[in-house]
């Protein structure tokens, strides 16, 4: 879709914008590392850019189980350091965005036969609950049968010992990436979405410029700038051959896939932890307002990651595996309301090791024209990962000691926005008062927290902008307005997939609000009308076969 150039977002970055100043740094990547590398930079004092050929957090960062958590199966892989790093993370995340970063408690059952004993898990629990060392969320509880099937009566209870109730965190991927880019936006840096590199080039041998084409308008430019960072997640070894086409691979990317349900299909009141009968996979069954979702799958993968897709074969084997757990839920394909597939950016390991045993560990490597590439980790570990590259790039540009200390404190304290508040309760009390269902009032605190008052800020000026944009979800046409004016969404599939997830959270992938988002974006950003309609048309074309499950077509 050709949309004018002069009429996008404020809060993307124009190519005008980013060619008029060298910058201190070109981070390459709009997912959660990029994102968190950006912030980090930003927070040191560093001029910063970032780029991204699709939107925000369009890969694998909105793709995922949606876990902020430590990890039990690395410990049973003796990964501890990893677990320890998880766990520290999970308490900085806690802090710094409790609206998107949310404690939840997790049922973990143990049948006889099991790959995991009771007594193995027992142990396993209470090192995690070590690890996590000042305890930022409650120890675990040693569950029998009987308790376990009071908790969660609908799980099999044929071989049923007992189990364990522990907590971890689960979070909104997609929107914690655009709280990460709005908190450096904040800071100074540069943010542009649908803005690809096509090209890199070397003064005195050092990658030192960018070409960049603009994926919405065809416009082509370029940007400087004194170090570039590739943080491109499953196209990290595309963009390393632009630095050097004889790069060898580093990735093994890997493919996971959930699959959503409505939530009283399955009955259950919280997260839960199971092991595959099938292959004895460690997987999650998690909540999700009315749905639930499961995953992950975990196999190798050859696809591009923009045709990566949801196979039947990935579908049965999630089907067949939580049926197992709950014998009369009897899911089938017609079952599945949605499903999300992206691909994981793991490192390459020994030969002959199966897809689950490859590191969640990350890896900084130096090209040959100075392009820092960091490659692999886990959403958990974002922040510490951008931390540690951010440390190498302010050294070798000089920065001092004392504004890189300052930076990594900021970067673990300094709350993302909307995570400032603290206590949310107040924030749903006005909504409700403004007229808003009690519904939506929760939508709204949930996806915004302490910006909920700016939502609530643009219908005292617009009355009209609390009328929901779907029928069967509590978003309302005020959200379309805020993604577009401050979290850079500028495509209805932005909207409706990666800031209010009516992609997933609606029977039809959010279809009927194509038109009104639309609408509300071809105002703000000065869309023709023939172009509202074109844009609305994109989506519904494409929305049911991306977000969705025909059983009978598939």
Same mark, same amino acid.
């Given at each position: 879709?050709?949309?004018?150039?002069?009429?996008?977002?404020?809060?993307?970055?124009?190519?005008?914008?980013?060619?008029?100043?060298?910058?201190?740094?070109?981070?390459?990547?709009?997912?959660?590392?990029?994102?968190?590398?950006?912030?980090?930079?930003?927070?040191?004092?560093?001029?910063?850019?970032?780029?991204?050929?699709?939107?925000?957090?369009?890969?694998?960062?909105?793709?995922?189980?949606?876990?902020?958590?430590?990890?039990?199966?690395?410990?049973?892989?003796?990964?501890?350091?990893?677990?320890?790093?998880?766990?520290?993370?999970?308490?900085?995340?806690?802090?710094?965005?409790?609206?998107?970063?949310?404690?939840?408690?997790?049922?973990?059952?143990?049948?006889?036969?099991?790959?995991?004993?009771?007594?193995?898990?027992?142990?396993?629990?209470?090192?995690?609950?070590?690890?996590?060392?000042?305890?930022?969320?409650?120890?675990?509880?040693?569950?029998?049968?009987?308790?376990?099937?009071?908790?969660?009566?609908?799980?099999?209870?044929?071989?049923?010992?007992?189990?364990?109730?522990?907590?971890?965190?689960?979070?909104?991927?997609?929107?914690?990436?655009?709280?990460?880019?709005?908190?450096?936006?904040?800071?100074?840096?540069?943010?542009?979405?649908?803005?690809?590199?096509?090209?890199?080039?070397?003064?005195?041998?050092?990658?030192?410029?960018?070409?960049?084409?603009?994926?919405?308008?065809?416009?082509?430019?370029?940007?400087?700038?004194?170090?570039?960072?590739?943080?491109?997640?499953?196209?990290?070894?595309?963009?390393?051959?632009?630095?050097?086409?004889?790069?060898?691979?580093?990735?093994?990317?890997?493919?996971?896939?959930?699959?959503?349900?409505?939530?009283?299909?399955?009955?259950?009141?919280?997260?839960?932890?199971?092991?595959?009968?099938?292959?004895?996979?460690?997987?999650?069954?998690?909540?999700?307002?009315?749905?639930?979702?499961?995953?992950?799958?975990?196999?190798?993968?050859?696809?591009?990651?923009?045709?990566?897709?949801?196979?039947?074969?990935?579908?049965?084997?999630?089907?067949?595996?939580?049926?197992?757990?709950?014998?009369?839920?009897?899911?089938?394909?017609?079952?599945?309301?949605?499903?999300?597939?992206?691909?994981?950016?793991?490192?390459?390991?020994?030969?002959?090791?199966?897809?689950?045993?490859?590191?969640?560990?990350?890896?900084?490597?130096?090209?040959?024209?100075?392009?820092?590439?960091?490659?692999?980790?886990?959403?958990?570990?974002?922040?510490?990962?951008?931390?540690?590259?951010? =440390? *190498? #790039? @302010?050294?070798? $540009? &000089?920065?001092?000691?004392?504004?890189?200390?300052?930076?990594?404190? !900021?970067? +673990?304290?300094?709350?993302?926005?909307?995570?400032?508040?603290?206590?949310?309760?107040?924030?749903?009390?006005?909504?409700?008062?403004?007229?808003?269902?009690?519904?939506?009032?929760?939508?709204?605190?949930?996806?915004?927290?302490?910006?909920?008052?700016?939502?609530?800020?643009?219908?005292?000026?617009?009355?009209?902008?609390?009328?929901?944009?779907?029928?069967?979800?509590?978003?309302?046409?005020?959200?379309?307005?805020?993604?577009?004016?401050?979290?850079?969404?500028?495509?209805?599939?932005?909207?409706?997939?990666?800031?209010?997830?009516?992609?997933?959270?609606?029977?039809?992938?959010?279809?009927?609000?194509? =038109? *009104? #988002? @639309?609408?509300? $974006? &071809?105002?703000?950003?000065?869309?023709?009308?023939?172009?509202?309609? !074109?844009? +609305?048309?994109?989506?519904?074309?494409?929305?049911?076969?991306?977000?969705?499950?025909?059983?009978?077509?598939?």
């Amino acid at each position: 879709m050709n949309l004018n150039h002069a009429t996008l977002s404020r809060q993307r970055a124009t190519l005008d914008a980013l060619a008029a100043q060298t910058w201190d740094i070109l981070v390459i990547g709009g997912g959660i590392t990029g994102a968190g590398i950006a912030r980090d930079a930003s927070l040191r004092g560093l001029s910063v850019a970032l780029v991204d050929r699709h939107d925000l957090a369009w890969g694998t960062s909105s793709r995922s189980s949606r876990l902020i958590h430590g990890g039990l199966r690395y410990l049973e892989q003796g990964r501890l350091g990893l677990v320890f790093e998880s766990l520290r993370e999970r308490r900085h995340l806690l802090a710094l965005a409790p609206h998107l970063v949310r404690p939840q408690a997790f049922i973990l059952p143990v049948h006889r036969g099991d790959r995991v004993p009771r007594w193995k898990l027992e142990i396993g629990m209470w090192l995690y609950d070590l690890l996590a060392w000042r305890g930022n969320l409650p120890r675990h509880q040693r569950l029998g049968k009987r308790a376990m099937l009071q908790r969660e009566p609908m799980i099999r209870e044929r071989g049923l010992t007992g189990g364990a109730l522990y907590y971890d965190a689960q979070c909104d991927d997609a929107r914690l990436v655009v709280a990460v880019a709005r908190a450096a936006a904040q800071r100074g840096a540069a943010i542009a979405n649908w803005t690809s590199v096509t090209a890199l080039h070397a003064i005195d041998g050092r990658i030192a410029r960018a070409e960049l084409a603009d994926q919405l308008t065809g416009a082509t430019g370029e940007i400087r700038f004194r170090s570039v960072v590739n943080a491109t997640g499953p196209w990290t070894d595309e963009l390393r051959k632009l630095e050097d086409p004889g790069a060898r691979p580093v990735l093994r990317p890997t493919k996971g896939v959930h699959v959503l349900f409505r939530r009283a299909r399955l009955g259950h009141q919280h997260a839960i932890t199971f092991t595959s009968p099938i292959d004895g996979r460690v997987m999650f069954v998690l909540p999700w307002g009315e749905h639930s979702y499961v995953g992950t799958t975990d196999t190798d993968s050859d696809d591009s990651p923009e045709r990566i897709t949801t196979t039947r074969d990935d579908v049965h084997y999630l089907i067949r595996s939580v049926n197992a757990l709950f014998p009369s839920a009897h899911l089938t394909e017609e079952d599945v309301t949605g499903t999300w597939a992206g691909l994981r950016p793991m490192l390459r390991g020994p030969e002959g090791a199966g897809p689950s045993a490859v590191s969640r560990e990350h890896r900084i490597l130096r090209g040959h024209g100075g392009m820092w590439t960091i490659a692999g980790g886990k959403l958990t570990t974002w922040r510490s990962m951008a931390a540690e590259l951010v =440390d *190498r #790039v @302010a050294r070798e $540009l &000089g920065q001092t000691s004392t504004d890189r200390t300052t930076g990594r404190i !900021a970067s +673990a304290t300094e709350p993302l926005p909307g995570g400032d508040s603290p206590t949310l309760a107040g924030f749903q009390e006005q909504a409700e008062a403004a007229g808003l269902s009690t519904p939506t009032a929760a939508h709204l605190v949930r996806h915004y927290g302490g910006e909920t008052a700016a939502i609530l800020n643009l219908l005292r000026d617009d009355p009209s902008l609390a009328t929901p944009i779907h029928p069967d979800h509590p978003a309302i046409a005020a959200e379309v307005l805020h993604a577009a004016r401050r979290e850079f969404a500028v495509r209805v599939d932005d909207v409706l997939a990666r800031r209010v997830h009516l992609a997933w959270e609606t029977s039809d992938q959010g279809v009927a609000a194509a =038109d *009104r #988002v @639309a609408e509300l $974006l &071809g105002r703000e950003l000065g869309w023709s009308e023939e172009q509202c309609v !074109a844009e +609305a048309a994109a989506y519904r074309e494409a929305a049911p076969g991306h977000y969705g499950w025909a059983a009978a077509g598939r």
